[in-house]
């Protein structure tokens, strides 16, 4: 189950906007959090959970920096 990981796109004020090139990293206090962009240039961040994140991996939609 291939599924794209959304965000909110603060530029643009849009909600659940697919995220491309996405990149897992994870925080200092242990969280997972998904840094790509909206494919027209706009950096997004979303927090994500451990299992959200690692699903997302799995899946091939985004790729881990750890």
Do not use: F, H
Not at 4 to 33: D, F, H, L
């Amino acid at each position: 189950m291939s599924k794209m990981i959304t965000a909110y796109c603060m530029k643009t004020k849009e909600k659940n906007v697919p995220m491309q090139e996405a990149v897992i990293t994870k925080t200092s206090r242990g969280g997972y959090m998904a840094q790509g962009n909206d494919g027209k240039g706009n950096k997004m961040t979303t927090m994500l959970s451990e299992a959200t994140a690692l699903q997302a991996v799995k899946d091939g939609v985004a790729k881990k920096s750890w």
